[in-house]
């Protein structure tokens, strides 16, 4: 029986490079024996890049010298002052509040970013547009790899939210796109990005909101089309093992009746206890990516199922450049130690 194998890539923003650089470590002949390329928000855009017979390398070179020209100040914020002043008086309903609050921004004792996405999507999509090249335009169903990417669609014609995939399988549940418009669609990172307007499915946000790892999502669409679980070979690559928690000392000076909206986004800084920008996104994305890898563990059988992910030793927000070579050292270090082999050892076997 030949196996079905499934590469399944997580988001993580900037940490995306963990992947691309553990792809590149195990070589391009796992992607051409994978079956499904997969992929959340940063690992969508990886999943589809791959799909577009894009090398690692340059997918390494994408995260480790393009962050500033995605995560740039002169991409953010997303809104004109204009914008933001308009949001404040929908807000407050008060010219006279609205103003305020515009003049406290304006002493920069308050973030723009507060009341407007952090980013606009034109740096991100120009460096997509720059990897995929003529690709960008191409329809999934117009690939000859299958590929699975995941989005938040916020309206489904109904009125409701409802997660999508956004895939080339062909069945009553794919939804096809153009390669760019998936990857922007995947990666739209509440609070960070502006939902995407999608031009066939609407506005949308990052797949990582319910499916940040994507091995369970794919794996039970997999299943969908009739495929022999036991022919079934997942890969699942993660974006680091963060170490993101609260501490309970720090509820020693910020209790928790004072945790509303703005503590979640941006935290009070402690000393002793730095916690990350967009603890509350930290949170969704992690607790996800945690519940999927069990249950596709316990899914699939014993031995079919590899989860990689490296351990980090500090907090890495989405959009944090600065980390950039501290994430290759990382990767370099994990590629050269004790579990590599056996790592390796498991591609070869399964991913033939």
């Given at each position: 029986m030949?196996?079905?194998?499934?590469?399944?890539l997580?988001?993580g923003g900037i940490?995306?490079?963990?992947t691309?650089k553990?792809?590149q470590?195990l070589?391009?002949s796992?992607?051409?024996n994978?079956t499904?390329?997969?992929?959340?928000?940063?690992?969508g855009?990886?999943?589809l890049?791959?799909?577009?017979g894009?090398?690692?390398q340059?997918?390494v070179?994408?995260?480790?010298?393009?962050?500033?020209n995605?995560f740039?100040?002169?991409?953010?914020?997303?809104?004109?002052d204009?914008?933001?002043r308009e949001?404040?008086?929908?807000?407050?309903?008060n010219?006279?509040a609205?103003?305020?609050i515009?003049?406290?921004?304006?002493m920069?004792?308050?973030k723009?970013?507060?009341?407007?996405a952090?980013y606009s999507?034109?740096?991100l999509r120009q460096?997509?547009t720059?990897v995929?090249?003529?690709h960008?335009t191409?329809l999934?169903?117009q690939?000859?790899r299958?590929?699975?990417?995941t989005?938040y669609?916020?309206?489904d014609g109904n009125?409701?939210?409802t997660p999508?995939?956004?895939?080339?399988f062909?069945?009553?549940e794919?939804?096809?796109?153009?390669m760019?418009d998936a990857?922007?669609?995947?990666?739209?990172a509440?609070?960070?990005?502006?939902?995407?307007?999608?031009?066939l499915w609407g506005?949308?946000?990052?797949?990582g909101?319910f499916?940040n790892?994507?091995a369970?999502?794919?794996?039970a669409r997999?299943?969908?089309?009739?495929?022999?679980?036991?022919?079934?070979?997942l890969l699942?690559?993660?974006t680091?093992e963060?170490v993101?928690?609260?501490?309970?000392a720090y509820?020693n000076t910020?209790?928790?009746?004072?945790?509303?909206?703005?503590?979640w986004l941006?935290?009070i800084?402690?000393?002793?206890?730095?916690?990350?920008k967009g603890?509350?996104?930290?949170?969704?994305m992690?607790g996800?990516s945690e519940v999927?890898?069990?249950?596709a563990?316990?899914?699939?059988?014993?031995?079919?199922?590899?989860r990689?992910?490296?351990?980090?030793?500090?907090?890495?927000t989405?959009?944090?450049c600065?980390?950039t070579?501290e994430?290759?050292?990382?990767?370099?270090?994990f590629?050269?130690?004790?579990?590599?082999?056996?790592?390796?050892?498991w591609?070869?076997?399964n991913?033939?």
């Open positions: 030949q196996n079905y194998t499934i590469l399944s997580d988001g940490r995306g490079l963990l691309a553990i792809l470590s070589g391009n796992v992607v051409a994978t499904v390329l997969a992929g959340t928000s940063t690992g855009i990886l999943a890049a791959l799909a577009a894009i090398d690692a340059q997918l070179d994408l995260y480790s010298k393009r962050c500033p995605i740039g100040a002169q991409f953010s914020p997303a809104s004109s204009a914008q933001i949001y404040l008086h929908l807000l407050t309903g010219a006279i609205a103003n305020t515009w003049g406290v921004i304006e920069g004792l308050l723009k970013d507060l009341f407007s952090k999507h034109d740096g460096q997509i720059n995929l090249g003529t960008a191409t999934l169903s690939l000859p299958r590929v699975f990417v989005t669609q916020l309206d009125g409701a939210w999508i995939s956004l895939d080339n062909g069945s009553p794919s939804h096809d796109s153009a760019l990857a922007l669609s995947s990666s739209a509440p609070t960070y990005f502006p939902p995407y307007e999608h031009p506005p949308c946000v990052d797949g909101m499916a790892d994507p369970m999502f794919v794996l997999v299943l969908q089309l009739g495929v022999d679980p036991k022919s079934i070979r699942s690559i993660g680091g963060t993101d928690g609260v501490p309970r509820f910020v209790p928790p009746e004072m945790w509303g909206a703005v503590q941006d935290p800084k402690v000393k002793g206890t730095p916690l990350s603890l509350l996104l930290n949170l969704l992690d996800s999927d890898d069990e249950q563990g316990t899914m699939l059988m014993t031995g079919n199922y590899l990689v992910q490296i351990p980090l030793n500090q907090p890495i989405l959009d944090d600065s980390c070579p994430l290759e050292k990382v990767a370099d270090a590629v050269q130690g004790s579990q590599w082999p056996a790592i390796q050892q591609v070869a076997r991913f033939v």
